[in-house]
C-alpha cells in the first residue's frame, strides 16, 4: 500500500511565499512522475507542474517564472516552491505520483495526496 503526504501549506500575504513537501511511502520500486494540482472553490482541478523522471519540468503558464517542482528520489517527496504568491493562487493543491510497486508482478498507478490549503491574502 503507498500512501502520500503533503504539507507544507498555510496563510501567507500577496507576495510571500509557501514551499509545499509531498512525501511517498509504502511498497515503492520507483517513483516516475510526480505532478502538482490545486483547486480553487467552484473551479476545475487545475495541473499546476509535473517534474518527470527525467528531471524535465513541465508549468501551466499561470505559474511559470514563480514556481518550481523539484523532486528528491532518496527521500520518495517533491517539492513545489511558490514565490511571488498572489490572492489567485488560493487553492487545495495536490500532489500525485505515478508510483511502481510490485505484488506479484511490477505495475505502475497514480497515486493522490490528501491535498493541502494554500490561502493568500491580499
Known amino acids: 500500500q503507498v500512501q502520500l503526504v503533503e504539507s507544507g501549506g498555510g496563510l501567507v500575504q500577496a507576495g510571500g511565499s509557501l514551499r509545499l513537501s509531498c512525501t511517498a511511502s509504502g511498497s515503492i520500486v520507483s517513483i516516475g512522475a510526480w505532478d502538482w494540482y490545486r483547486q480553487a472553490p467552484g473551479k476545475q482541478r487545475e495541473q499546476v507542474a509535473t517534474i518527470t523522471g527525467g528531471i524535465n519540468t513541465i508549468y501551466a503558464d499561470s505559474v511559470k517564472g514563480r514556481f518550481t517542482i523539484s523532486r528528491d528520489n532518496a527521500k520518495n517527496t517533491a517539492y513545489l516552491q511558490m514565490n511571488s504568491l498572489t490572492p489567485e493562487d488560493t487553492a487545495v493543491y495536490f500532489c500525485?505520483?505515478?508510483?511502481?510497486?510490485?505484488?506479484?508482478?511490477?505495475?505502475?498507478?497514480?497515486?493522490w495526496g490528501q491535498g493541502t490549503q494554500v490561502t493568500v491574502s491580499s
Open positions: 500525485n505520483a505515478n508510483i511502481r510497486t510490485y505484488s506479484g508482478s511490477y505495475s505502475y498507478t497514480n497515486y
